[in-house]
C-alpha cells in the first residue's frame, strides 16, 4: 500500500486551496486569507479533539508558523492540509508539555460517555451529534485513535499523508484509524452495534 | 479497496472521485459525518483570521517566504517525491547484489584457483599441492614425505581420495608414481590389491557423509570427485569452495580437498573439522 500508487484522498476545495496558497506565496494577501477560511475549520476541530479548550490558542500559533514558512511549503491543497495538520500538531504537543499533559477523561466521565446522549436513541440512527459530545467521545478514545480519526475524517487527510503528520507507518494508522470509528460507531449506536437489545450502561468500549 | 460513496453528502466532505480508493475509514461514513458536521466549523473569531493574516504580511516583508523548502516541508504528491527515492532505492540494491555476488565469485575463484595448483584437472593425480609435484610424476617420489607438502599423516580421508583419483588416473603410468600414490600402493599391499583396498576402504566410508556434513564434503562419492567443478556436490551448501571440492584431490594436497581440513582456504570452519576427520571411520 502507499507505494506511491495510492491515489490522494482529495476534499472539496483542495484544488482552490492549492491555487490559493500558490498566490498567497507569490504576496497575495487577500488569497492568504482565503487559504486561512478553507484550513482553519479542519485545523480548529482536530486541536480540539487533542487538547481540548485550548485550541484556538495552539491554532493561533500554528498560524504564525504557517504564514512565516509558507513560502518553504511545496505541494498541492491536500499536501497543504498536511503540512498544516504537522505544524499544528507540533504546537499542540509543545502545549500539552508546558501544560504537563491533562490527564485524560477520569473514570466518572467514561461512565457518563457510555450513556446514550440526548440525541442518541436505541432503533434509530443518529442523526446528528453535538460539538460537545462528539469531543467527549473522541477525547475517550485512545491517543493514537483519536488522532488517526481526527487526521482522517476531520481534516481530510489520506492514509499516507496521517501517517506522515503522526510519524507513524501507514499501516498502524490505518488500525488506529479505523478502531476508532468502530469504537465510536458503538457508542454512537451508529452500524457495527451487533447487538439489537438496548444499549447497556457502562457498556465496554 | 473499492469506491467509496459518501455516505455523509456533506458539501464540505470529500468529492465522490471515481479514481479514487476507499479510505481506511471504509465503513462508517455514517461516523464519519456525524464527527465532520460536529468537530469541523468555520473560524467564527474574525480577529484570529487577522491576526494570521497579519503574520502573513510581516513574514512577507521580511522575506521569510523566499525561504528554501526543507525535507518537512515538501508534500507535493508521492509520485514525484517517490521516483527519486525508489532510484536510489533500486540503485542500492543492484549495488548490493552485485557486491555480494562478487564476493561468490571471487570465493569460487579462490578456491578453485587453490584447488587447481593442487589438483589439476582430469588426470588428478592426486600430488601435493605445489603444481610441478604433479606433473612431475615419477621424480618427486622420493621426496615423499615433504612433497605432499602436507604434514599431515595419511588419514582415512586420504585414503578415500586416493582411492577415487584412483579410479581417474588408473592406467595413467606417471600419475601412480606421485608420492601419494606411493602411499596408497603401500598401504595396499602393492599395485594389484589396491582395488581390493580402495573398495574395501570406501565401502566402510561411505556411512561417513551421513555422520556430518563436514565429512560428506570430501568424501563425495557421486562422480568421483575428482571434478573440481562438481566439487560443489560434495558438500552442499557449504559455501566452502574449498571443501567442496574434494575431489580427486589429493590427499596430499588434502587442505583444499577434505572438508573439515583446517585448509580449506582459511574459511573458518570449526564444527567440520572433528566430524570430518572422525566421520571417515
Redesign the interface.
Known amino acids: 500500500m502507499?507505494?506511491?500508487g495510492?491515489?490522494?484522498?482529495?476534499?472539496?476545495?483542495d484544488g482552490e486551496l492549492g491555487a490559493a496558497v500558490a498566490r498567497?506565496?507569490d504576496?497575495d494577501?487577500s488569497a492568504?486569507?482565503v487559504v486561512?477560511?478553507i484550513v482553519?475549520?479542519?485545523l480548529?476541530?482536530y486541536l480540539?479533539?487533542i487538547v481540548g479548550d485550548d485550541a484556538?490558542d495552539v491554532?493561533?500559533d500554528a498560524?504564525?508558523e504557517?504564514?512565516?514558512?509558507?513560502?518553504?511549503?511545496?505541494?498541492?491543497g491536500?499536501?497543504?492540509r498536511?503540512?498544516t495538520a504537522?505544524i499544528a500538531r507540533h504546537r499542540a504537543l509543545d502545549h500539552l508539555r508546558r501544560l504537563r499533559v491533562r490527564p485524560r477523561a477520569s473514570a466518572l466521565e467514561q461512565d457518563v460517555l457510555d450513556l446514550p446522549g440526548p440525541h442518541d436513541t436505541h432503533d434509530q440512527?443518529?442523526e446528528?451529534?453535538?460539538?460537545e459530545?462528539?469531543?467527549d467521545l473522541?477525547r475517550g478514545l485512545p491517543p493514537d485513535q483519536a488522532e488517526a480519526?481526527?487526521l482522517?475524517?476531520?481534516v481530510?487527510l489520506?492514509?499516507?499523508?496521517a501517517a506522515r503528520v503522526l510519524g507513524k507507518r501507514p499501516g498502524a494508522?490505518?488500525t488506529a484509524?479505523?478502531r476508532g470509528?468502530?469504537r465510536?460507531?458503538r457508542q454512537?449506536g451508529?452500524?457495527?452495534v451487533t447487538d439489537d437489545g438496548p444499549r447497556t450502561l457502562g457498556e465496554s468500549k | 479497496m473499492g469506491e467509496r460513496t459518501s455516505g455523509g453528502g456533506d458539501?464540505?466532505?470529500?468529492?465522490a472521485?471515481p479514481?479514487?480508493?476507499a479510505?481506511?475509514?471504509d465503513?462508517?461514513p455514517?461516523?464519519?459525518a456525524?464527527?465532520?458536521?460536529?468537530?469541523?466549523?468555520?473560524?467564527v473569531?474574525p480577529e484570529?483570521?487577522r491576526?494570521?493574516?497579519a503574520?502573513?504580511?510581516?513574514?512577507?516583508e521580511a522575506g521569510?517566504?523566499?525561504?528554501?523548502?526543507?525535507r518537512?516541508?515538501?508534500?507535493?504528491?508521492?509520485?514525484q517525491r517517490?521516483t527519486v527515492r525508489?532510484l536510489r532505492a533500486t540503485l542500492s540494491v543492484v549495488l548490493a547484489s552485485l557486491a555480494l555476488g562478487g564476493v561468490a565469485v571471487a570465493a569460487i575463484g579462490s578456491s578453485g584457483s587453490s584447488q587447481g595448483s593442487a589438483d589439476d584437472g582430469a588426470p588428478r593425480t592426486p600430488s601435493a599441492s605445489a603444481p610441478d609435484d604433479r606433473r612431475a610424476g615419477p621424480a618427486p617420489t622420493v621426496t615423499s614425505g615433504t612433497s605432499a607438502g602436507q604434514d599431515r599423516p595419511p588419514s582415512a580421508q586420504d585414503t578415500e581420495a586416493q582411492c577415487r583419483a584412483y579410479d581417474q588416473v588408473a592406467g595413467r603410468g606417471k600419475a601412480l608414481d606421485a608420492t601419494a600414490w606411493q602411499r596408497l600402493l603401500a598401504a595396499a599391499g602393492g599395485e594389484e590389491n589396491v582395488t581390493a583396498y580402495c573398495a574395501a576402504h570406501t565401502a566402510s566410508a561411505t556411512p561417513a557423509p551421513e555422520n556430518s556434513r563436514g565429512g560428506g564434503g570430501g568424501q563425495d562419492k557421486s562422480g568421483e570427485g575428482a571434478d573440481p567443478a562438481a566439487g560443489t556436490t560434495g558438500d552442499a551448501g557449504n559455501g566452502n569452495a574449498g571443501n567442496t571440492e574434494g575431489g580427486g584431490d589429493t590427499g596430499a594436497a588434502g587442505d583444499t580437498a577434505t572438508v573439515g581440513s583446517t585448509g580449506n582456504n582459511g574459511r573458518p570452519e570449526p564444527e567440520k573439522t572433528p566430524d570430518a576427520k572422525g566421520g571417515e571411520q
Do not use: M
Open positions: 502507499g507505494q506511491g495510492e491515489p490522494r484522498r482529495a476534499q472539496a476545495y498567497a506565496q504576496g494577501e492568504f486569507a486561512y477560511r482553519q475549520p479542519g480548529l476541530g480540539r479533539g484556538e491554532a493561533s498560524w504564525l504557517i504564514a512565516r514558512d509558507l513560502g518553504r511549503f511545496k505541494g498541492d491536500a499536501g497543504f498536511g503540512w504537522t440512527v443518529v446528528s451529534l453535538s460539538t459530545r462528539a469531543l473522541v480519526v481526527l482522517r475524517v476531520v481530510g489520506d492514509g499516507p499523508a494508522v490505518r484509524a479505523h470509528l468502530k465510536l460507531a454512537l451508529v452500524e457495527g | 458539501a464540505h466532505r470529500r468529492h472521485h479514481a479514487r480508493c479510505p481506511d475509514t465503513g462508517h455514517q461516523v464519519e456525524l464527527l465532520t458536521r460536529a468537530l469541523r466549523h468555520p473560524d473569531a484570529r483570521e491576526q494570521a493574516v503574520a502573513f504580511r510581516a513574514a512577507r521569510a517566504h523566499r525561504a528554501r523548502t526543507r518537512r516541508d515538501d508534500w507535493r504528491p508521492r509520485a517517490h525508489s
